[in-house]
Nanobody, 126 residues
């Protein structure tokens, strides 16, 4: 499995940005996906999760209502729509995948995911 993230960049506070992550190597619809981020000097942090069929979605509290995770199974792609971004959203954003779904209690654990993309950098200026 390979994951290729893109869409990062430099934006101003309040702007919108959409990250994409293209999946290859296996059957996309069998995989649950997540977005994590790592800010400079901080630990990796869970951002959002989406189940194999897109029905179950979970978010970090600080992004709920601003960010939306979605997937297009026909395109083997998972998205993270980021609205009303804040300087504290500045980080490298990484997509991750695992076969089959996770219980809600486990989605925030990085060690539950088998495959990781290379990351895309988002910088939000104030």
């Amino acid at each position: 499995v390979q994951l290729q993230a893109s869409g990062g960049g430099l934006v101003q506070a309040g702007d919108s940005l959409r990250l994409s992550c293209v999946f290859s190597g296996r059957t996309f619809s069998n995989y649950a996906l997540a977005w994590f981020r790592r800010a400079p000097g901080k630990e990796r942090e869970f951002v959002a999760y989406i189940s194999t069929n897109g029905v179950s979605r979970y978010y970090l509290d600080s992004v709920r209502g601003r960010f939306t995770v979605s997937r297009a199974n026909a395109r083997d792609t998972v998205y993270l729509q980021m609205n009303s971004v804040k300087p504290e959203d500045t980080a490298g954003y990484y997509c991750a995948a695992r076969p089959n779904n996770l219980a809600m209690s486990a989605v925030r654990r990085p060690n539950q995911y088998d495959y990781w993309g290379q990351g895309t950098l988002v910088t939000v200026s104030s």
